[in-house]
């Protein structure tokens, strides 16, 4: 097993009044799991917790499935918290229509597996470079892939918060999964849009190739986030591989 160091926050920001925002590390199981409401839909911050609910449940039951079935089980905890979703609304009809953004990252055998529905995002932090491991499902981020609109056009969009793909009980989601190879050293973000849209990636490499420690780093990132103006919540779980 690898040895990994994880630390992880999450502030409700200077414009909101709740915060929608969930996230859980598992250290035994070497998980960690962010979801982040639905803006504008009902019950946000009960949708996130549902899908790290589910993610503790999945992975504090290893016995459930083989060792070598981590995508498998990362499709099953989407899945389940569509789910319970649907039954939740089944019960509080006025909640229809909630949903959140999610992203799972499971270290198995020196490799990472992430399963990723949303914009919040999971970055890798490698040789002192910082790359983007996951995809938006936006409508920008559609668009630029359609060379419609430059990556920079999309961050300043005045529709870049339309989604595409959300965890909910009335979408059809379709789970990405992610997986390569894990080195000494690595550092993993996953954060939501909260952090993103309010700090550039150049800020944040810069943030994380630092010589501070995780707990200092993860501090100004949600830090430069409120300076910034704050204007979501924002959720920030920082991961360093110390050795494989």
């Known amino acids: 097993m690898i040895s990994l160091h994880s630390a992880g926050a999450t502030d409700v920001g200077l414009w909101r009044d709740n915060n929608e925002d969930s996230y859980l590390i598992i250290p035994q199981a070497q998980v960690l799991a962010l979801a982040d ?3 504008g839909a009902p019950a946000g911050e009960v949708a996130s917790q549902y899908f790290v609910d589910m993610v503790r449940s999945a992975f ?10 981590v995508p498998d089980r990362i499709q099953h905890v989407f899945e389940s918290a569509k789910g319970r979703m649907l039954e939740h609304i ?7 229509g909630m949903g959140c953004t999610a992203d799972l990252l499971v270290f198995d055998d020196g490799r990472y597996v992430i399963g990723h529905v949303g914009d919040s995002r999971v970055y890798l932090l490698r040789a002192g470079t910082l790359r983007q491991l996951t ?3 936006s409508l920008v981020q559609s668009q630029v892939d359609r060379g419609m609109l430059t990556p920079e056009e999309a961050k300043h969009h005045p529709r870049k ?3 595409l793909r959300v965890v909910g009980a009335d979408s059809s989601m379709t789970c990405d999964i992610v997986q390569g190879a894990v080195l000494g050293n690595d550092i993993f973000l996953l954060c939501s849009d909260g952090l993103t849209d309010m700090v550039e990636n150049a800020d944040i490499e810069i943030v994380l190739a630092s010589a501070e420690s995780l ?14 103006g704050g204007k979501d919540n924002v959720t920030v ?3 360093e591989v110390e050795d494989v």
């Open 90 to 96: 089944i019960q509080h009809p006025a909640d229809a």
């Open 215 to 228: 707990e200092q780093k993860l501090e100004r990132l949600i830090s430069a986030a409120l300076e910034a």
């Open 135 to 137: 995809k938006d499902h």
């Open 37 to 39: 409401g639905m803006g």
């Open 237 to 239: 779980i920082l991961c």
């Open 161 to 163: 918060n339309i989604l």
């Open 60 to 69: 504090s039951e290893p016995a459930l499935f083989p060792k070598d079935a």
